[in-house]
C-alpha cells in the first residue's frame, strides 16, 4: 500500500499531533500534565530528542507550557478576545471605562511595567505624526499581565507639544485612559486605523512576554487622527498569538 502524506509525517510531529488531539477531545485538562519525556520515549519507542520535539511543537503552539522541574502541562489559560471595534468606541473610554475592559470580560487586567518619558521622535514617527525634527514625542511603554500571563506591550507616542503637562505623561492617566485626557485636551480622537502584522518574536520580546522563541506575535500599529484629521496618537503593540482572538463585528 502506497504510503499516504500522514505517514511520512516525522515522528515527533506524529506524537505531537495525538497529544494535541488528546488535548482537544479532553484527555487532558486545562492545567493536567501531559506525558513526559520518558514515558513518550517508551510509548512510542523513540528517542529522547524525538520526544522532547514533540512537546516543544505543543509549547510552540501555545497550547502547552514548561513548569521548572514538573514537567510540561497543558496550557491552564483562556485566549482573550480583542474587540477590535467596540474597544475603541468613545462610549467605551467617554463613559471613563479603560479600553482594555472591553476585552477582559471581567478578568483581572494589570500593567504590571510603565515608563514615561519625553523622547527624540523615531523617524517613522516623526513622519506619521507630522513632527519637525526638533519635536519631541511623549513615549508611554506599558506591559500587560492577563490571570498572570504576560500577553502584551504597548508603546504609544504623542507629541509633546499636545500633552505636556496633562496627566498624559503620568504613568497614571485617570479614568477613561489617554483618550479621555486628550478629548479634554481639545483633541477627542475621532478616527482609528489599525495595520495588523505577524512575526516571531525578538528574544527580548519572548522574554517579556513569557513565551518560547517559537510562538508568534500579532503586531498591531494604531494611529489616532482628531477631528481635523490631525495624527495624535501611535500606539505599537505586540501581542501573544497564543493569547488572543482578534474580533471584528461590525454591520454590512
Same mark, same amino acid.
Given at each position: 500500500m502506497p504510503s499516504t502524506d500522514s505517514d511520512r509525517r516525522p515522528k515527533y510531529q506524529k506524537i505531537a499531533d495525538a497529544l494535541r488531539e488528546a488535548i482537544q477531545a479532553g484527555e487532558y485538562g486545562s492545567g493536567d500534565r501531559l506525558p513526559g519525556e520518558n514515558e513518550l520515549m517508551a510509548t512510542h519507542g523513540v528517542a529522547r530528542m524525538t520526544a522532547r520535539q514533540a512537546l516543544g511543537?505543543?509549547?510552540?503552539? +501555545? !497550547? #502547552?507550557?514548561?513548569?521548572?522541574?514538573? +514537567?510540561?502541562?497543558? @496550557? $491552564?489559560? *483562556?485566549p482573550l478576545r480583542r474587540r477590535g471595534i467596540q474597544r475603541l468606541s468613545q462610549e467605551q473610554w467617554g463613559s471613563g471605562k479603560s479600553i482594555w475592559s472591553a476585552d477582559t470580560e471581567n478578568r483581572t487586567l494589570e500593567v504590571d511595567q510603565v515608563t514615561v518619558s519625553e523622547e527624540a521622535a523615531p523617524?517613522? !514617527?516623526? %513622519?506619521?505624526?507630522?513632527?519637525?525634527?526638533?519635536?519631541?514625542?511623549?513615549? @508611554? *511603554? @506599558?506591559?500587560?499581565?492577563?490571570? =498572570?500571563?504576560?500577553?502584551?506591550? #504597548?508603546?504609544?507616542?504623542?507629541?509633546?507639544?499636545?500633552? #505636556? =503637562?496633562? #496627566?498624559?505623561t503620568q504613568e497614571n492617566t485617570g479614568p477613561g485612559g489617554t483618550y479621555a485626557r486628550l478629548a479634554e485636551l481639545g483633541f477627542k480622537p475621532v478616527h482609528f486605523r489599525e495595520e495588523i502584522r505577524s512575526r516571531m518574536p525578538t528574544k527580548e520580546e519572548a522574554a517579556q512576554l513569557s513565551v518560547s522563541a517559537g510562538t508568534p506575535v500579532i503586531?498591531?500599529?494604531?494611529?489616532?487622527?482628531? /477631528?481635523? +484629521? @490631525?495624527?495624535?496618537? !501611535?500606539?505599537?503593540?505586540? %501581542? /501573544?498569538?497564543?493569547?488572543?482572538? %482578534?474580533?471584528? $463585528?461590525? /454591520?454590512a
Open positions: 511543537v505543543l509549547k510552540d503552539e +501555545g !497550547i #502547552a507550557e514548561s513548569r521548572k522541574g514538573a +514537567g510540561v502541562f497543558v @496550557r $491552564d489559560f *483562556r523617524e517613522h !514617527i516623526g %513622519l506619521v505624526l507630522d513632527l519637525a525634527d526638533e519635536d519631541s514625542v511623549c513615549v @508611554r *511603554r @506599558r506591559r500587560f499581565v492577563l490571570d =498572570g500571563k504576560p500577553v502584551l506591550l #504597548a508603546t504609544s507616542y504623542l507629541p509633546t507639544s499636545v500633552v #505636556a =503637562g496633562s #496627566a498624559i503586531l498591531v500599529c494604531r494611529t489616532a487622527f482628531a /477631528d481635523d +484629521g @490631525r495624527p495624535v496618537e !501611535i500606539n505599537e503593540m505586540t %501581542l /501573544d498569538a497564543a493569547s488572543y482572538i %482578534l474580533e471584528y $463585528d461590525f /454591520d
